[in-house]
């Protein structure tokens, strides 16, 4: 019988895709073994207010420059499916893809946040999920409802390489480096250097008016 691919669902806005994901994609493949990891880049994320969010297709564009990793394959599935919500790409993803065993990957703050998520309960089993420590998350994810609510189904972390392989509900919580990059600080960074050039002009502009005769 062929070995199915072990393949981890990144999922997001990546408003904008920075070094965080490559990060976590990273350590992914190296500690749950995977062939490959695709990064679900969403149209609109329920959970994030549509101002301030990039147009779909610069996203798309953008992660694709960022991943070149051959085993890194950024995906435009869920506006092709037309999900929204995490669970009902999930079982999309899983319908299409019978060859594929599929692992969720997100980070410590999504576990804290997971409750909020549409029929999160449903997620946990029906498809296996890896949790990736994030700098200040680790003590509220661990000790929050959703891990609480599954503590019978973790799984240790020496056995993250055998997670893909087993029947959900199934997580790991998976401790190592961490990137403190994320994509609302870099918003904020861009913010930050748009309103220093604008102040810079208007300083200019002042400047310029005073020295003209």
């Known amino acids: 019988m062929k070995r199915r691919r072990r393949v981890g669902l990144l999922g997001g806005s990546f408003n904008p895709a920075h070094a965080g994901h490559l990060h976590i994609s990273a350590q992914a493949l190296e500690r ?10 969403s149209p609109h994320n329920p959970l994030k207010p549509a101002a301030g969010m990039a147009p779909f297709a610069d996203r798309v564009a953008t992660a694709r ?32 893809h019978p060859d594929c065993a599929f692992v969720w990957i997100m980070g410590a703050d999504n576990l804290v946040q997971i409750p909020h998520w549409k029929s999160w309960r449903t997620l946990f089993r029906t498809v296996a999920i890896a949790v990736f420590a994030r700098p200040t998350y680790a003590f509220r994810a661990l000790s929050g409802r959703a891990a609480r609510r599954f503590r019978t ?6 056995l993250a390489g055998t997670l893909a392989n087993r029947p959900p509900p199934a997580w790991v919580f ?7 990059v994320s994509a609302t600080r870099i918003r904020a960074g861009h913010r930050r250097a ?8 208007d300083a200019a ?9």
Not at 194 to 201: Q, V
Not at 205 to 213: D, V
């Open 65 to 96: 420059r960022l991943a070149h990793d051959p085993r890194i394959r950024v995906s435009d599935a869920e506006q092709r499916l037309g999900t929204r919500f995490t669970v009902d790409s999930v079982r999309a993803l899983k319908a299409h």
């Open 205 to 213: 502009t002042e400047t310029i008016g005073r020295s003209e005769p």
């Open 153 to 158: 189904a973790r799984t240790p972390q020496v």
């Open 194 to 201: 748009r309103r220093r050039i604008i102040g810079a002009d």
């Open 32 to 41: 749950l073994r995977l062939d490959e990891i695709w990064w679900l880049v």
């Open 174 to 180: 998976v401790r190592g480096p961490m990137s403190p």
